[in-house]
């Protein structure tokens, strides 16, 4: 990318996600921050990046993030795990130094993972994620960088996205698998007192996961997390702040095409929203 390409006007956070779960995190980010202005962008053509290489992912995250960028955004937030888990350190220590020095890009496991600390007093922590993202081993190595005491215990449940995509997560069906990896999970470590949901989709399925969690046991779910430390972010750093718009807008944009966007969105986010198909 040409970096004079680039304005230097103030405006709207970019918000990024391989698929849809993503539009869980920007609903909590839009309530801490209503002023400000969004831009979402979902690389719904491509997804799901859960299965790709670390080597696809990257490229495919910085395609998205440099195409917010040619659209004003300074600032993006990666709302996808996958995407934080294999993209964002290459992409903040070798591409933004090259791209635009000013401009940020943030993740959402981080933050996540900050907030466990206070949490668990068994220092027994259960997450629950895609195979990809329980595989990547990315949530026990940023835990363990901030917390080495906690131990970590993953459990993959690969039918959860798609019972959500296909508008299943309040089904009987549904029960079933919610109920069998819980107790897979609980099960391998019976002294869990805190569990983290790795999936922007999980929580859609957030009922039933605590109908079959025990009430002494904590669920963490990121978007409340995520939102709140951007919140500080930007409260920390006024000179990212001040290149942020405040009109209260939010635009969707995808890689499909809007008549398959809009039906799947409209599972994650309850206001109707209009989209406008992109090329990356």
Known sequence: MNNHLLSSNPGPIGVFDS????????KHI????????????????????????FQVVYEFTLQCVSKLFEMG?????????????KALRTIQQIDLPRIDSNRRVLGIIRPTVESLGNMTRTRHVGLLATPG?????????????????????????PIWVPLVENGESGSDGAD??????????LAKDPEIDTILLGC????????????????HIRIVSQGEYVASSL?????????IDSR???????????????????????IFMDDGINAESVTL
């Open 19 to 26: 698929g849809y779960g993503g539009l869980t995190i920007l």
């Open 200 to 215: 922007t989709h999980y929580p859609l399925l957030l009922e039933k996961i605590s109908r079959y969690v025990p009430e």
């Open 231 to 239: 919140k500080d972010y930007l409260e920390r750093h006024p000179e």
């Open 73 to 85: 955004c300074h600032l993006v937030v990666l709302a996808c795990n996958t995407a934080s888990a």
């Open 133 to 157: 993202t329980v595989k990547s081993l990315s949530y026990p190595l940023e835990i363990n960088k901030l917390f080495p005491d906690i131990i970590v215990t993953g459990e993959a449940c």
């Open 244 to 266: 942020c718009t405040r009109n209260s807008s939010c635009r969707f944009l995808t890689t499909e095409s809007v008549e398959t966007f809009l039906p799947n969105a409209s």
């Open 176 to 185: 079933f698998f919610v109920r069998r990896h819980v107790e897979n999970l």
């Open 30 to 53: 839009r309530t801490v921050l209503p002023d400000y202005d969004f831009l979402y962008l979902g690389d719904n053509a491509r997804t799901p990046y859960g299965t790709r290489s």
